[in-house]
């Protein structure tokens, strides 16, 4: 049996192409369309020469603006919509800086192509899905792991954990906080072949 | 859209983010005030909603996770029932901006259990009170540790032995957690002894559940009943009925004495090791093989090697800090 996401399913009756929308659509709409964008938008933003931090900040900016967009009037491609707004942000620090690598601008020119490159698939098979998160689960520092495993398959508390592992429930805490930045960065941007189970 | 101000680091924003998202999912501890902040946060700024969107739905994605477990033990209820989406936000509401990330990280430490060590040296024995009217008899090298919030007590044996008379509390539900078991409370006086993986369960009065292999797929789980005693190892857990003279024997050291009734000596030297530093050490097996029946002091480790010598023939050599006793 296939099985969509969560998301999918909550939005499809919702709205359509045109409607401005209210903000709990627009996070229907973000998870559904923006996210799935992230592995490519990320991995154009390093290429073209950004730090971690300043990738981090442009693709903030880009989901900012998208949403806005969003509020306003439904994109028709949002792929198209969240490229053009990344190329535009991109041209506008380059400008800003003053020393403009050769490199950066050439890198620009690539962005047709992640533009043209199929759309990640966004119905998994529920199987796959679970496939996917325990090979995610498998690259988290073994504390992180830890904490997850206990918190989201045991299904304890963070006092509990804490209780169990001798950390503190603070530790707890901030642990199951980095594993699931952690969660995202391998699920949202490691593209779909490495992330499966070899 | 709301104003925009330029919102902060997106590093900064998504730990903040983590950081409301774990502390909200863990359902307890989380407030009406903690409510109120996460609003008063994502009213602030779109980079802060859409920071909270994208790591809250890989979050629930991990939900899926759940599917490996193994079993469905007492806690599923909270486990499987996460709030599946987020209440709709009252963003025009949320005007509450005031209140900002004002006491956030406060506010979440306040609602953390105390937790409390206790411990007893070897040869020590102790008798704590929990303020819910619990008591906990701590046999000897034993350290246990508990943590009391409103909605649950939950009692860690880390090491050692303890004899726990609960104040049965039906919304406040006791749990003692070993190694890899857990034992649940449903009114009860009971003897727990921890021994590396494995835990030992003698229910005295009332009743318990215990469940073994929590986080594996082997995971098990028993109700017992007065005179029961139960052994959990990382693979098994065993029932076997215990009568009223092996319960008494079993709780001999409530009394400062270790009953044995046809042990052999290999298991009466284990039991006396654990109360005292002086070791005694079998040296072979023939000697290790004897049977003994005997009630004696736990602290007495020389009348021990008077009795193997006298009453057993056997040969006792006493060195610092070892008592040696061979055929």
New interface residues.
Partial sequence: MVETPETERATTATSSVGDPLSMSEIQAWFIREVLPLESVLMQFLSRSGRSKSDSEDICQDVYMRVCAAAAEELPRNPRALVFTVARNLLINRVKHEQVISIEAVENLEGLNVAIDEPPPDRVVIAREELRLLQTALGKLPERIRNAVVMHKIDGLSTAEIALRTGASERTVQRDLGEGVRALAEILLREPADTRRAS | ?IE?TA?G???E???QA??F???RR????WSEFDEQSLNAWLAQS??H???F???E?????????????PMAPA??A???NPR???A??A?AAAVVAGIAALGLSTN??WN??R?TSYSTPIGGRETIRLADGTTIELNTNTVV?T?L?EKRR?V?L?RGEAFFQVRHDERRPFVL?AANHRVIDLGTKFLAREDGTRLKVVLIEGSAKVETG??TDNAKSALLKPGDEAVATARDLTITRKSDKQLESELGWQRGVLVFQRATLVDVAREYNRYNSRKIIIADTKAGARLITATLPTNDVTGFARMAKNFLGLHVEEREGEIVISH
């Fill in positions: 859209m925009e919102p680091p997106a590093l924003i998504q730990s983590a950081e998202l774990v502390a863990n359902g307890r501890s779109m980079a909603r859409i920071a969107w994208r790591l739905s890989v979050w629930n994605r991990a939900d899926r996770l759940n599917a490996l477990r806690k599923t909270v486990a499987a599946k989406r987020i709709p936000f963003f979440l430490l953390q259990p937790v540790r943590a919030t939950t860690e880390v957690l929590i986080s």
